[in-house]
């Protein structure tokens, strides 16, 4: 790919200056590290979380004391044994905590700071503060995630999640308009590097009829969008046998993508989709592969663990809770953050990336029936293809009580009889025989402010 040249007498090779030149620089470093073996990433990283932790114990509070009871020591080499015995900090314990994880200093290299608030996935809200350098550093990653998966920076783009806060008034107004909002441009920091294809701004809260008109209008080369907002599309295309140019990729963030809808995409989009995993509170965790549908940890920024029940690394197929520490926070040092999401651990990716590897976020740490004699099960409704039922719109399972299961549908007419012994087949095995279940159909799901819809929810304490 040819950048744009900051000096536009020359157009080979680009000279690049600024934001762009640094932002290249540390993308030169990102392509040897991903093909790092595994023991040299975690070396390199261990050295990083030192420094770390040097600071967080001279100007953190709440850690000054709990590293030098786990016997970490400014100064030491930091150990594996001594890292796993740092108690994990949860989302509770961050909202909690507030300001004793601040640190008193920040080295003036790190920039001016800011606080970014979450909703996160379990939706106790917390807030986080980070200097510039988390910016660079985050714009580093998407740089990485556009020279991975987009190869027509000319193509234009729909943004369809979500009107986002950065925008004026007039062009929010013009987002959530039937017209919606088209910008010349992809935004920063794709515009330092390319002259990208325009963007175009949709609003998903209205209809998905007039959803699709946008894009045959636009004929984009990239979608953005949530899996349920996607989900929507392909089954109105499908019930109106309606036709629509295939798209280079459909780009996925914040829920869970299963391989039924993949497959869907595929079959009507023309394109596979393309998911990331990230989150206010610690940037980019992870980026699919270039050559799979695993999603490779960005071991340069960040250090993921994905622990089993007693607090030991995952092995390759099994799940477990995910565990962040983002490396170069230093206005609010996160170490062994719960962020309230399972992953499963992938086998050593093909692809030959060194970068950790996961297969799948399987859901939020929530996301359990919590059965009559207190046990919990994983209540993982992806794997059951209720999508594939083509008067199914939206779905969510419901634990009403210890007893009560009840499958939530929004649909687009009454069910079939066929219909209805396919739904009633799946609360079987999803109950178990547990629970008394019942199958309610309702005009709409909420979803989060973020837009986001959960596939599960309890109104049992767990
Ligand atoms: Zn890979």
Redesign the pocket.
Known sequence: MVFRSAIPAIAYPAILSGRAAELMALQRQYDHSQFWPPERMRSVQFEQLGRLLDHCAGTVPYYTDRLRRVGITPGKRLTEAAWRRLPILTRADVQALGEQLHARIVPPAFGPTSVVASGGSSGIPVRVRKTALDGVLWESINLREELWHRDRPDGDMVRLRGVPDTLTPEQAAAARSKHGLILPDWGHPANLFWKTGRLGIFSPKLPVAQQLAFLRTMRPAYLHTFPSYLRLLIAHLRDTRGKIDPLRAVFTASEQVSDELREDCLAVFGCPIIDNYTSGETGYIALQ????T?L?VQSEVVLVEVLDVDGAPCKPGQIGRVVITPLHNFAMPLLRYEIGDEAEVAEP???G?G?Q?LRRVVGRTQDYLVLPDGQRRRADLAHYRLSSIPAIREFRLVQRSLTQLVLQLVVARPLTGDERTRVDAVVRHVSGGLFETAIETVPALDRTKAGKLRMFHSEVSQ
């Open positions: 592969c270039p050559q799979s695993n490779h990716c093909a692809c990336r970068l590897a």
